[in-house]
């Protein structure tokens, strides 16, 4: 069977293991010198909650989240092109797994690169991981990378 890969999608949310998936999905896209975008997707509720002594009813709030996400995403996207090209960036709203699955429906995507925090215990069971989701609905392959740091932890 022979494997081509001309579009690789590398959902990112700033954590040291979505930074390590990232430098899967260089590796990759030097290899079958395919085309790399890296995604984040901004869940608005979930950002706002999840900051500590600040007001989220301040309507400058949101507008802050997207310029700080903004930002970081930029950044990635200037260094990983240092490496490697073409890249692309896109800022996404919405659940990270359906708007992952979405981006990679519509832009086509031959593979999906994408770290793994691993969740377990209650919270996973309550919420689910999104690589797990997005492994069980995406149109693609999905490579999911777990980060050296976390160990495996018997359930």
């Given at each position: 069977m022979d494997i081509t890969i001309h579009k690789i999608l590398c959902p990112v949310d700033f954590s040291v293991s979505s930074y390590h998936a990232l430098e899967y999905a260089i590796?990759?896209?030097e290899k079958y010198k395919a085309?790399?975008?890296?995604?984040?997707?901004m869940e608005v509720a979930a950002a706002a909650l999840s900051l500590s002594e600040v007001d989220v009813t301040d309507p400058g709030l949101l507008e802050q989240l997207q310029s700080d996400a903004n930002?970081?995403?930029?950044?990635?996207?200037?260094?990983t092109r240092e490496r490697h090209e073409p890249v692309t960036q896109q800022m996404l709203y919405g659940k990270p797994f359906?708007?992952?699955i979405t981006a990679a429906k519509d832009?086509?995507?031959?593979?999906?690169?994408m770290?793994?925090?691993?969740?377990?215990?209650l919270e996973h069971v309550l919420i689910g991981s999104v690589a797990e989701k997005v492994v069980r609905k995406a149109p693609c392959p999905v490579l999911t990378v777990r980060h050296p740091e976390h160990n495996f932890v018997m359930p």
């Amino acid at each position: 069977m022979d494997i081509t890969i001309h579009k690789i999608l590398c959902p990112v949310d700033f954590s040291v293991s979505s930074y390590h998936a990232l430098e899967y999905a260089i590796a990759f896209a030097e290899k079958y010198k395919a085309e790399l975008k890296v995604v984040y997707v901004m869940e608005v509720a979930a950002a706002a909650l999840s900051l500590s002594e600040v007001d989220v009813t301040d309507p400058g709030l949101l507008e802050q989240l997207q310029s700080d996400a903004n930002d970081k995403l930029d950044q990635i996207a200037k260094e990983t092109r240092e490496r490697h090209e073409p890249v692309t960036q896109q800022m996404l709203y919405g659940k990270p797994f359906v708007e992952i699955i979405t981006a990679a429906k519509d832009w086509q995507a031959d593979v999906i690169i994408m770290g793994t925090h691993g969740r377990t215990g209650l919270e996973h069971v309550l919420i689910g991981s999104v690589a797990e989701k997005v492994v069980r609905k995406a149109p693609c392959p999905v490579l999911t990378v777990r980060h050296p740091e976390h160990n495996f932890v018997m359930p």
